[in-house]
Structures are given as structure tokens and as C-alpha cells.
């Protein structure tokens, strides 16, 4: 739930920020934060129909659920990023500075190891592979930010426009390969054929 909360705050501080100035590179962190927000409400979704004492089939389904939705989320934030870094070639024009931008970036520096850490170990203790993967893909995210960050220095200081749609698109690979994943995945679960070799 903390990790849901967090996330949330960072899509709306950093998104609005990153319009405001028109940081395609904080536009895209914040969009990639939606898939962290994403994937932490449909695990949380998942886990309390295995909580509830769901059967085999519930359980498969939601988790066949919870997985395309959030490969559906990496695909539009991979168009979204594209669309972002493409435009600010297109204009050229160097974003603006705001300091709430930058603190989002130095807060989450240090909030997704905390959070990473609370999901690794409680994913540990339930046997959840779900949450230990969670807890990679947060971070994960500390990379992001350090390019994201980068990206802003030197547009600001170095007076490098290019600078910030190129950290845009650094993170689109790594989007991309989570989208194709979690597709993989979703594609790989079938409840029905959990439920015949039950009733086998």
C-alpha cells in the first residue's frame, strides 16, 4: 500500500511538473511511476483474492488479469514516451527548471530502495515471487531517476535541449522489455487448464 501511495505522488508531482516546464525525460519518469502504480494496486488485488481463500482458478485469473493489465500500461507509456521524446526533438526548445521536479527525483533516491527493500522481504516471507519481482522492478526505477536527473543537469547547466529527450528515450528500452514480459506472462497463464487437471 505504501509503495501505491508513493507512486501516486510521484505521477502527479513529476507529470505536472514535466508539463509545466516541458521535460519530456520528467514527463516520462512520471509516466513509467503510473506502471509502478499500475502493478502495486492489481498485486494488491491479486494477493487479497489469495488472502480471501480464493480457488486455484480465481487465484489464476486474477493473476492473468493483473498481468495484462499491467503489460497494457507499459505499452501506452512506451507510446506516451516516444510521443514526448519525438516532440521535444522536433521543437528543439530546452525545458524549464522547477525545483519540485528535481525533489521528486532526490526524494525517490532514496523512498525506492525503502520500498524495494519492504517488498523483497515481505515477498520473501509469503513466498511470493509477485512482490520479489515488484521489488526488482523498483529498483530498477533508481536507475531511471539517476538518468533522469542527469538528463536535467545537463540541459540546465551545460545547455545540452537534446540532453532531455535522449534521458526520455533511455528508458524506453527498458519499458519496452517489461511490456513484452509481462504480455509473455499474462499469455502463459490459464486458469481453465489449472481447473481441468483439478477436476481430473
Known amino acids: ?33 503510473t506502471v509502478e502504480a499500475t502493478s502495486a494496486a492489481t498485486l494488491i488485488w491479486r494477493l487479497k483474492g489469495e488472502k480471501n481463500g480464493g480457488d486455484e482458478h480465481t487465484v489464476l485469473h486474477r493473476k492473468k488479469v493483473a498481468l495484462y493489465v499491467v503489460a497494457c500500461a507499459f505499452w501506452i507509456v512506451v507510446a506516451a514516451i516516444l510521443y514526448e521524446a519525438v516532440s521535444a526533438f522536433i521543437s528543439q526548445e530546452a525545458p524549464g527548471f522547477n525545483w519540485w521536479g528535481i525533489a521528486i527525483l532526490f526524494v525517490s ?32 526505477c533508481e536507475y531511471q531517476t539517476v538518468v533522469v536527473l542527469a538528463g536535467i543537469g545537463l540541459t540546465q547547466w551545460m545547455g545540452w535541449w537534446w540532453a ?22 499474462a499469455r502463459s497463464v490459464d486458469p481453465d487448464e489449472a481447473e481441468a487437471t483439478a477436476d481430473a
Open 1 to 33: 500500500m505504501a509503495s501505491l501511495v508513493y507512486n501516486i505522488i510521484e505521477v502527479v508531482v513529476s507529470v505536472t511538473v514535466g508539463l509545466l516546464t516541458g521535460s519530456a525525460a520528467l514527463v516520462s519518469w512520471g509516466l513509467d511511476s
Open 109 to 140: 533516491l532514496v523512498v525506492n530502495p525503502l520500498l524495494a527493500w519492504g517488498k523483497y522481504r515481505y515477498g520473501k516471507r509469503l513466498d511470493s515471487p509477485a512482490l520479489k519481482y515488484d521489488a526488482k522492478d523498483t529498483l530498477i
Open 164 to 185: 532531455d529527450p535522449v534521458a526520455a528515450l533511455m528508458i524506453v528500452p527498458y519499458v519496452a522489455w517489461e511490456a513484452f514480459e509481462a504480455t509473455k506472462d
